[in-house]
């Protein structure tokens, strides 16, 4: 065997944990089963069914965890997703329900062979559980990954170190199965329960890495030599950063390099996850992207790849800006678009000449190499790019848009967009998303995409100005091509004396007009606020509260200004020496990191995340359901307990 026991024991613990919500739900299910509540136990027929729903529920659940945490264990997979998941349960329940029954079977046996001479004190019905986990994980393993890869059977080696484990954790699995029996603790509710379900997929999981560790072909069957890891940091921020764990979409860098890389090379996909050690490979090339408030992450995993023998390269808008910075974490940046470059910088890596930056250029065909790997792609791939221009008409002083863009606006040909539509096959209530910073950034071409659209019969949804609303055949169209739902960043209100200023805060004493004839039509609205311009102070944070009732939005958002590297006002404030604050973390537009004039820092910082609840829970329709379930729910719990 390669590992020690009590190394394998870590690694099982660490693979346990990137399963941990799932893990949870089993637990929870587990609780369930063994403790119903009580209006389930009252009624024998509601019992039965309950029963029977929790059983099916279980074998799904727990077929869909043994195949995951297996595909983790020999790094198949990197981190466990529903795609994952569903496709371990629907395979793996035919493994273990005939695995699950027999194990019935034989503890009904055997407790009835021990009562029947006296002895029911000596049984019970975790004696073969480790038996029992071990034939899971060697059936899954051999149907798997043995037959698969045509390997000869192996010997289980047992030293002294893997012995003393399965002792200690069949005591363990014994005592905590028990635990009632031998320590009659009143206040022990469901606790045993919790840790009995933890504990059988920790002993799973050893059971698992200790076979896989007997046959390294499996490992270094997905360990290619000419590999690529594409990574895609958590989000930053100090308090709602780890909140992105739970929101993935489908990066679209990872599809761009995919279909520039030349063909030989193999991918891993780092999705916005909880990172571990096991992830840090020597002799890989990783292409890392951040932006400003993630950028600490994406520098810590950088360092550690490089640290290890890797060659790491990042890109993305942070590193754009500030490339100097990024080269003290990684070995090449690359600035501004990568369709431009990328291919180059693969090249330079196999030739071992990497320059240190590259930079990308906007390119007016720059969706030429992605559209036949977006066809290539599954549908769930394909409706996260859905891109039809790239760029804003627009060049406000917070956005880094226009620096990165280089202030053009380009555009997909309207035919390939449908294409991309019509390979997703979407469903009547699917809402699709466009990802353009702005879709009518060019009207004219707007409202030929918006005409190829109607035949499709779809519901979508995307960013847009407010100018939408000034153009009456173009709004139209956009309804009856499907729009259901558009986000306008209206920043400013119209009492903000920021909308002397030129381009779209121009518009402030029409929003309220224009976005009536927006709603006319049924399309419902987001709504985007900043506060912390020039202009503002403490009572512009009553004057958003107020505006947003006349706009009533479907979901209201506010955001700090926050000068972001690559933006106008962040070359400004650092001129006057404003920025008060160097900390990439707090750059999560939630935070005051310059000096305001305005502003207390301490007081804003009390302030804003108060403002913030009340405007989203009174100001929009999204909100006043959710304020109105939790008013309801606390006044009818507290009615119950007032009562009884």
């Known amino acids: 065997m390669k590992n020690g026991a009590w190394t394998i024991l870590l690694k099982s613990f660490d693979i346990l944990h990137s399963a941990l919500l799932f893990l949870l739900i089993a637990c929870f299910l587990h609780v369930l089963f063994v403790d119903p509540p009580a209006f389930i136990s009252a009624s024998p027929g509601l019992t039965v069914l309950f029963m029977f729903l929790l059983i099916f529920l279980k074998i799904f659940l727990f077929s869909g965890m043994y195949g995951t945490i297996i595909e983790l264990a020999s790094q198949e997979q990197v981190a466990i997703t529903n795609k994952i998941f569903f496709k371990n349960a629907r395979r793996y329940w035919k493994i273990y329900l005939p695995l699950l029954i027999l194990h019935f079977c034989a503890n009904i046996f055997f407790a009835v062979f ?149 063909k030989g090379y193999h991918f891993k996909e780092f999705n916005k996850i909880s990172w571990k050690k096991r992830f840090y490979r020597g002799n890989k090339l990783v292409a890392v992207t951040c932006y400003t408030s993630n950028c600490c992450e994406a520098y810590k995993i950088a ?177 009856e091509s499907g729009c259901v739902q558009l986000l306008f960043g209206y920043e400013i209100t119209g009492e903000s004396r920021e909308k002397h200023k030129k381009g779209k805060f121009s518009l402030a004493d029409q929003y309220i007009e224009l976005t009536k004839k927006v709603k006319k039509t049924g399309i419902t609205i987001k709504a985007h606020f900043i506060l912390g311009f020039e202009a503002d102070n403490y009572h512009t944070m009553l004057h958003i509260w107020k505006y947003c009732f006349f706009i009533m939005p479907y979901l209201t958002i506010i955001s700090v200004l926050t000068p972001l590297p690559g933006s106008q006002i962040y070359y400004k404030l650092l001129r006057e020496d404003r920025i008060t604050n160097y900390n990439w973390r707090y750059y999560g537009l939630n935070n005051l990191v310059f000096e305001h004039r305005s502003f207390s820092h301490n007081l804003f910082h009390f302030l804003f995340p108060l403002h913030f609840i009340l405007c989203l829970a009174t100001t929009c329709s999204f909100g006043l359901v959710i304020t109105a379930v939790i008013l309801l729910d606390a006044y009818f719990f507290g009615l119950r307990h007032f009562l009884f």
Request: net charge neutral; hydrophobic share 45%; with cysteine.
């Open 303 to 479: 360092k550690e790849f490089k640290k290890r023998g890797s060659t790491v390269v990042m890109g993305g808008p942070h590193v754009t800006y500030l490339p100097q910075e990024a080269l003290q974490f990684c070995d090449a940046v690359v600035t501004g678009e990568a369709e431009s470059v990328w291919t180059e910088v693969v090249r330079d890596y196999e030739n071992h000449t990497l320059k240190s930056i590259y930079q990308g250029v906007p390119l007016e065909d720059f969706h030429r190499h992605v559209q036949q790997e977006l066809l290539n792609s599954p549908p769930a791939v394909i409706k996260d790019f859905l891109e039809t221009t790239r760029g804003c008409k627009y060049h406000c002083h917070f956005c880094t848009i226009p620096l990165f863009t280089k202030g053009v606006v380009r555009k997909k040909p309207v035919e390939e967009v449908v294409a991309l539509i019509q390979k997703i096959h979407p469903r009547r209530n699917q809402i699709l998303s466009f990802i353009d910073n702005n879709i009518i950034a060019d009207p004219e071409y707007a409202k030929e995409l918006f005409r190829a659209l109607i035949p499709l019969e779809i519901s979508w949804a995307s960013q847009c100005s407010i100018d939408i609303a000034k153009d009456e055949e173009l709004l139209r169209l956009a309804k």
């Open 114 to 262: 021990f009562n029947a001479f006296n002895l029911a004190f000596l049984y019970d019905n975790f004696f073969f559980d480790l038996f029992f986990i071990y034939l899971i994980s060697f059936f899954i393993i051999r149907d798997k990954y043995i037959r698969k890869f045509g390997l000869p059977y192996k010997k289980i080696a047992v030293p002294p170190g893997h012995i003393l484990s399965v002792t200690v954790l069949f005591i363990l699995n014994i005592l905590i199965g028990n635990v009632k029996k031998f320590f009659p603790i009143d206040f022990l509710s469901n606790e045993p329960i919790v840790i009995y379900t933890y504990l059988h997929f920790f002993i799973f999981t050893y059971f698992s890495m200790t076979i896989l560790d007997r046959y390294a072909d499996i490992e270094k069957h997905f360990d290619k030599e000419k590999e690529i890891y594409l990574v895609n940091p958590v989000s930053g921020g100090i308090v709602l950063g780890d909140a992105s764990l739970l929101f993935r979409w489908y990066p679209p860098f990872f599809l761009t390099l995919k279909a520039l890389t030349p």
